[in-house]
């Protein structure tokens, strides 16, 4: 008798924690009605077709054989899809792939494809996404139906593994979830492939980009805000069957990242990505001038130009480390900065003021603030000076919004670029709203993006 009723105890148990279970699982995925959700978007992790990320220069004085520019086949990323191009991600049910089957399991569900929506802006490293402190946010990540690898994310804003990760998710699929943004500041965000398999390759390739929780009262961020990601890069040369170089292309050298001897250090996913050249005497010819990034030679481009900012206002940066091996010491040459990362007890951003140089270890993001006294050029770098001849470099042009300045042109900035000018269609000037805009345009990467 006794184990009877013992026996229909657990019964009974066991049936109600399946309710339980069932019930919270339910909780976690639709308890919060849509109407209470304050930030959602979609994005999707997809596999583009490749993009230089080591520019044609004359770095060879500093790197011998390093002059060629070097094309990445394998750059992949993640795409933050608008609500108005959600139609082009389109539901391909129907369409029935060999990897369907995984392991003997059915994944032939609703498949998705968001090329068209994604290629316009399918570059790595991914987007930079803001949400203000206390939201309620719903994320969406899909995997584009031909990415050739499973993807994942793991967002570092959160905590509790319902939260953080995604798990891998299959070709042509997605997963939605939701979360509080309860802590300000930076975080990294990062693909984590199947289970932790080859992450390493994932976050090499491109798959990572930030998430910026905006604080509330006044600590919020000032009216010129900027990302920027560093990141290790391990590359070889691709060959054929005969051993002949194919083209410029390289692939992921896991030899080189084993033994941590990184070839190139990219900001925003190319080297030197903002850094015109160095050395002086820019009327004499190329006496003393290397160039590091042909594309800002070109008046007509602004490609490798460099970032505008503002004289005498504070400036926030949002410097992001995936590594993924090495140390960022983060430094502005003739600039200090006040480091704002961690949280009070109010959830407000906490000053280190003054600080000449920052550690951003690998797998982080930190969030500092300068202010560039006077007009000119200013280079932000990773003290990490091995770094810095491999990519880790970029310029600040500081200009006076309020006003023309007149910048002598030894102050080497590229001929497309100037403070009067190329930033405000009228040639007189410009302002806060004009510099934001000509920094969107050299590259969308720089500036937050607002979901």
Same mark, same amino acid.
């Given at each position: ?29 639709? &308890? ?10 979609? $994005? ?17 004085? !500093? ?61 790595? =490293?991914?987007? &930079? ?11 969406? #990540? ?29 070709? %042509? ?12 500041? &930076? ?19 491109? *798959?990572? /980009? ?58 925003? /996913? ?21 160039? !590091?990034?042909? #594309? ?7 490609? %490798?130009?460099?970032?505008?900012? =503002? ?10 480390? =995936?590594?993924?091996?090495?140390? $960022? ?7 200090? *900065? ?12 906490? =000053? ?23 007009? %000119? ?28 300045? +007149? ?21 007189? /000037? /410009?302002?806060?709203? +004009? ?17």
């Amino acid at each position: 008798m006794t184990k009877k009723i013992l026996a229909v105890s657990f019964a009974v148990l066991f049936a109600v924690s399946m309710v339980f279970v069932g019930f919270t699982n339910n909780v976690q995925a639709h &308890s919060i009605p849509e109407t209470q959700i304050d930030k959602s978007f979609v $994005l999707c992790a997809y596999e583009t077709d490749g993009q230089l990320i080591y520019p044609d220069n004359d770095i060879d004085s !500093l790197i011998v054989g390093s002059s060629v520019g070097v094309f990445y086949p394998e750059s992949w990323t993640f795409v933050l899809i608008d609500e108005e191009d959600m139609e082009l991600v389109t539901d391909l049910s129907d369409n029935v792939r060999s990897h369907d089957t995984v392991n003997g399991q059915d994944h032939s569900g609703p498949h998705y494809n968001c090329a068209d929506a994604a290629v316009a802006n399918a570059s790595a =490293p991914g987007p &930079s996404i803001s949400v203000d402190l206390g939201d309620t946010v719903q994320v969406t #990540l899909v995997s584009d139906i031909d990415n050739q690898h499973i993807h994942s994310i793991d967002q570092h804003a959160l905590t509790g593994n319902e939260h953080v990760n995604s798990g891998p998710i299959q070709q %042509g699929h997605s997963k939605t979830w939701i979360w509080t943004a309860e802590d300000s500041g &930076s975080y990294l965000y990062h693909c984590t492939d199947n289970g932790l398999m080859n992450l390493w390759t994932h976050i090499n390739n491109g *798959m990572y /980009g930030n998430i910026v929780v905006q604080p509330v009262g006044a600590d919020k961020a000032p009216a010129v805000e900027y990302n920027v990601m560093f990141a290790d890069m391990y590359t070889t040369p691709e060959v054929d069957e005969n051993g002949n170089s194919i083209g410029n292309n390289h692939s992921f050298d896991l030899g080189a990242f084993v033994a941590g001897d990184n070839n190139i250090m990219v900001t925003n /996913g190319q080297a030197f990505n903002y850094a015109p050249f160095i050395g002086a005497d820019w009327n004499d010819g190329d006496h003393g001038i290397v160039v !590091l990034n042909p #594309l800002s030679l070109d008046p007509l481009v602004v490609d %490798g130009a460099p970032i505008l900012a =503002p004289t005498g206002e504070i400036t926030r940066w949002y410097i992001t480390n =995936p590594g993924p091996n090495n140390f $960022l010491a983060l430094h502005f040459i003739a600039a200090q *900065m006040d480091v704002r990362d961690g949280s009070s007890p109010k959830k407000l951003m906490t =000053p280190v003021s003054n600080e000449e140089s920052w550690t951003v270890p690998p797998g982080s993001s930190s969030t500092t603030e300068t202010i560039f006294p006077s007009s %000119g050029i200013y280079v932000g770098v990773t003290h990490k000076l091995n770094d810095v001849v491999k990519g880790g470099a970029f310029a600040v042009l500081a200009c006076d919004v309020n006003g023309v300045d +007149d910048l002598p042109t030894v102050a080497g900035i590229p001929l497309g670029v100037v403070c009067d000018a190329d930033w405000n269609e009228d040639g007189i /000037g /410009g302002t806060l709203e +004009d510099l934001n805009a000509f920094n969107a345009l050299v590259s969308p990467k720089i500036n937050n993006s607002e979901i």
